[in-house]
């Protein structure tokens, strides 16, 4: 039987040896092909982690993640109603405490922090803020141990670690860009955000919230921190054509400008991260 390949809905579609993923069918202009829920375990253990249960109202998606094992802990990467609606009825079939960035998204549990380290699984997961995308945004990098190492957080004795893998929920995506959404989230912070994940990603597969997964996290990282580089340049250039600074410009008279090239149906996401850009400019 051949192997599932991306987009895959509503199956369970193995990834690495310790991660696998279940797309949820609510493609969309922001979800891409979907949401991509995550389950972790280390290869035999019978416990799992899962990571954005997903939407609402996709009940084939939640009982088909739910259906995948025990599932001891769930992880939230951020706040987004396609990453986080579909808590209440997993808690419902899993039992299994819920654990966010921001208590309103927790159950049974206590908000996560940053560089907390979390065993389950047989895996070690380290939670690291990434904001940008919105403010609540974390990654995590998942760590499969060799098998009868211990799960060593002291660093005394480092755990033999034989696979890397970042959940990186919209902070960097398989396919496109992320839109930084300007209710919360901001320029300054998402390059912090790239940099840290090319600090902490060496060795990472990329497990992201939408579109398909990558061997390797630090390329796609460096492509995002260009990428934005380049927009800021674009951006730059556009207000010095229109003799405007960046807090006289509307945000969508520089999006007609800077993508033009793009399809008309996203500019309403280009503006989201027009205004953000446009509010880091008026900082620096």
Not at 201 to 227: M, N, Q, S, W
Request: glycine share 8%; charged share 25%; with cysteine.
């Amino acid at each position: 039987m051949t192997a599932p390949k991306h987009p895959a809905y509503e199956t369970l579609r193995t990834v690495t040896p310790f991660a696998s993923v279940v797309l949820c069918n609510n493609p969309g202009m922001m979800e891409l092909d979907g949401t991509n829920t995550w389950v972790l375990r280390a290869p035999g253990h019978a416990d799992c982690v899962v990571v954005d249960p997903g939407p609402k109202g996709h009940k084939k998606h939640l009982r088909t993640v739910a259906e995948q094992g025990r599932v001891v802990l769930t992880l939230i990467t951020h706040r987004h109603a396609d990453h986080t609606d579909g808590i209440k009825k997993f808690h419902a079939l899993t039992g299994s405490p819920v654990r966010a960035l921001t208590a309103k998204f927790c159950r049974d549990a206590d908000p996560l922090t940053d560089r907390e380290v979390i065993v389950a699984a047989g895996l070690r997961i380290t939670v690291l803020r990434t904001p940008g995308h919105t403010a609540d945004s974390v990654s995590f990098l998942v760590e499969h141990l060799a098998k009868g190492d211990p799960a060593n957080t002291s660093g005394v004795e480092p755990a033999r670690v034989i696979g890397r893998a970042m959940c990186t929920g919209d902070t960097i995506l398989g396919s496109g860009t992320t839109v930084l959404d300007p209710s919360d989230g901001g320029l300054r912070d998402y390059m912090n955000s790239l940099n840290r994940l090319i600090v902490e990603g060496e060795g990472c597969a990329l497990l992201p919230g939408h579109g398909p997964d990558h061997a390797d996290l630090i390329p796609v990282a460096r492509f995002y921190k260009t990428h934005r580089e380049e927009r800021i340049d674009q951006i730059r250039a556009a207000l010095a054509d229109l003799n405007l600074t960046a807090a006289q410009a509307k945000p969508m008279k520089i999006v007609k400008r800077v993508y033009s090239d793009v399809d008309k149906k996203l500019w309403p996401a280009a503006r989201m991260s027009v205004k953000a850009q446009l509010t880091y400019l008026q900082e620096v």
